[in-house]
């Protein structure tokens, strides 16, 4: 079928949500990102999904709008085009920062587990273990448990994106949607594997994750999901000016939250 008869068909009471949610729908259908990305080098360069999302956007607008004011059409155009397009950036927006934050967790959670084996090993070696020894574990313990907390922050805000944008759908590839489930897993058995280990040495027990901790981590990660989606949306739509601001707000809440506490101490 032509693009112009499928453009013909759609339905006019289509949301910028419904467009996004089949684009997303046929990628995902290819399994991984690999594959979808060679599939649309070998197609018509017309069929991009951005430029295809954005025709489908106006014509849906239009037709939703017929018989009213050039101006009031005009603005539904822009609106759609702008809800439409921005959910596509943040759909794409979650599959490019959780491949680089399983890249990042998939090499800490191997240097872990070695610096916890070496230690294991240099237990037997050494009665009672160090002061060194003990504080290298009591250091692998407490920073496992945060990679597993920085896993779990990401999942939570992920899936509060979705529900609020996608209708609760998954904006994961399936093989990486796998591949995060399989690195929480293994992030979860190395911070089990540092706790033993520092159990055995006589380390302390360490006190509890503050329950809000997640929560709080996840919402920064929803504003670094939102914002830079929100950012180059403005920018695709020749709003540089108003995408700027959106990108400088966004870069000073990350520069303020990472600032130490008024009394000089860390949080």
């Known amino acids: 079928m032509s693009l112009q008869r499928r453009l013909g068909r759609i339905d006019e ?3 910028p949500t419904r467009l996004v949610l089949r684009w997303l729908a046929e990628a995902q259908a290819y399994g991984d990102l690999e594959a979808y990305v060679a599939a649309l080098l070998a197609a018509d360069p017309s069929e991009a999904p951005l430029d295809r999302l954005a025709r489908e956007a106006i014509q849906v607008a239009r037709a939703a709008n017929r018989g009213k004011r050039p101006e009031l059409i005009d603005a539904a155009v822009r609106t759609a085009l702008r809800e439409t397009i921005f959910r ?8 490019v920062t959780t491949h680089e934050l399983l890249d990042r967790e998939g090499l800490l959670a191997t ?3 070695s610096q ?9 070696a050494k009665h009672p273990p160090d ?14 448990r945060l990679r597993v907390n920085e896993l779990l922050a990401s999942r939570e805000a992920r ?18 949607a796998a591949a995060f489930e399989g690195q929480l897993q293994d992030s979860q058995e190395v911070a089990a594997m540092a706790v033993r280990a520092a159990g055995l040495a006589g380390v302390e027990e360490e006190q509890p994750d503050d329950p809000g901790a997640v929560s709080v981590r996840a919402g920064q990660l929803v504003a670094d999901l939102i914002e830079p989606a929100k950012s180059d ?11 700027f601001d959106i990108a400088a707000g966004w870069v000073r809440g990350k520069l303020k939250s990472a600032e130490p506490p008024s009394n000089g101490l860390a949080p």
């Open 88 to 95: 596509y950036e943040l759909a794409v927006r979650i599959n």
């Open 131 to 144: 002061e060194s020894h003990v504080r290298r574990l009591e250091h692998c313990r407490q920073l496992t």
């Open 111 to 113: 240097l872990f587990a």
């Open 233 to 243: 949306t403005l920018e695709k739509l020749g709003e540089g000016r108003q995408a």
């Open 159 to 176: 899936s509060s994106v979705e529900a609020r944008f996608l209708d609760g759908h998954s904006a994961l590839f399936p093989d990486l």
């Open 116 to 124: 916890i084996a070496l230690l294991l090993s240099e237990r037997h």
């Open 13 to 15: 009471k289509l949301t």
